[in-house]
């Protein structure tokens, strides 16, 4: 029923850009909040930002703070990460979320729905 589909990984060089969309479907998308996570190989999942249902407010994790903007458009469905300055470190496999509470949170356990992920890879 309920979908989250996330595309625009792939490989970039860094110092390079990258935007992710993540389209859902099946739920009331103005009432979620949306966060972006990411998960390297052998880490835990990290979370990275997140947006509040209405798009006004946005948290992120200190390691992507000025270079990775989250957005939201109600209308289309689908909520954006644009990462700028990308850096080695930043090579994951980035999922997005919805959170039924509205307000986006950083514990995982929060988000009830969860996409597939899409790959990115950075290269030096």
């Known amino acids: 029923q309920v979908q989250l589909v996330e595309s625009g990984g792939g490989l970039v060089q860094a110092g390079g850009s990258l935007r992710l969309s993540c389209a859902a479907s099946g739920l009331t998308f103005s009432k979620f909040a949306m966060g972006w996570f990411r998960q390297a190989p052998g880490l835990e999942r990290e979370f990275v930002a997140a947006?509040?249902?209405?798009?006004?407010?946005?948290d992120y994790v200190d390691s992507v703070k000025g270079r990775f903007t989250i957005s939201r458009d109600n209308a289309k469905n689908t909520v954006y990460l644009q990462m700028n300055s990308l850096k080695f470190e930043d090579k994951a496999v980035y999922y997005c979320a919805a959170d039924g509470l509205g307000y986006g949170t950083r514990r995982p356990r929060a988000y009830e729905y969860w996409g597939q992920g899409t790959q990115v890879t950075v290269s030096s």
């Open positions: 947006i509040d249902y209405r798009g006004d407010t946005a």
